[in-house]
Nanobody, 113 residues
Framework: QVQPVESGGGLVQAGGSLRLSCVASEIMFSIMGWYRQAPGKQRELVARITSGGTTNYADSVEGRFTVSKDKAKNTVYLQMDSLKPEDTAVYYC?????????WGQGTQVTVSS
């Protein structure tokens, strides 16, 4: 499987917003998840979306992040609002719960206080 390609990260002040994109094959048939890994911490799942569009979020991002997808573009998005310094991490996408793809390069999100 070709690894997903994530983009859209950057440096933003606390309270700001970013929109991440992930291009991957077969998003129509899989539960797609957005994961993140902060320095010195384990990678964690922050949001997921089913093939039917049902979403689920980690408590730490509930109400601030929104996951969506565009089947025609094989793209999954993560809209991140009200960003906090603790959201600083490299963000990745992959299937859930079984990882079908090798991890991509990810996209760095840095939130300054």
């Amino acid at each position: 499987q070709v690894q997903p390609v994530e983009s859209g990260g950057g440096l933003v002040q606390a309270g700001g917003s970013l929109r991440l994109s992930c291009v991957a094959s077969e998003i129509m048939f899989s539960i797609m998840g957005w994961y993140r890994q902060a320095p010195g911490k384990q990678r964690e799942l922050v949001a997921r979306i089913t093939s039917g569009g049902t979403t689920n979020y980690a408590d730490s991002v509930e109400g601030r992040f929104t996951v969506s997808k565009d089947k025609a573009k094989n793209t999954v998005y993560l809209q991140m609002d009200s960003l906090k310094p603790e959201d600083t991490a490299v963000y990745y996408c992959n299937t859930y719960p079984i990882l079908h793809y090798p991890w991509g390069q990810g996209t760095q999100v840095t939130v300054s206080s």
